[in-house]
């Protein structure tokens, strides 16, 4: 069955970094497009970026472009999200998502704070 476990999530004070991980099992990740979303307190899940089975295609919201890196490594069937300049609105829950199978992972929590 699809698997799909974030880590990496932290505290983290504003302009800092954090990298987030999402190890996949259960599908042949190689075949498939990963995305990352985000849902902070008393608001809907967002998108943040996606990127197709071989890593060619990524796409970002506006909100993130320019800071936030998708990417993933296949032999690894792992998707990271490189965050930078990390600000206090990047505060929620982050969730790795397999759109192709409608799952979710169980988030990993992402606190920018001074």
């Known amino acids: 069955q699809v698997q799909l476990v974030e880590s990496g999530g932290g505290l983290v004070q504003p302009g800092g970094s954090l990298r987030l991980s999402c190890a996949a099992s259960?599908?042949?990740?190689?075949?498939?497009?990963m995305s990352w979303y985000r849902q902070a307190p008393g608001k809907e899940r967002q998108f943040i970026a996606t990127i197709t089975n071989n890593g060619g295609i990524k796409n970002y919201a506006d909100s993130v472009k320019g800071r936030f890196t998708i990417s993933r490594d296949n032999v690894k069937n792992t998707v990271y999200l490189q965050m930078n300049s990390l600000k206090l609105e990047d505060t929620a829950v982050y969730y790795c998502y397999a759109p192709d199978f409608a799952y979710w992972g169980q988030g990993t929590q992402v606190t920018v704070s001074s």
């Open positions: 259960g599908f042949t990740f190689s075949r498939h497009a």
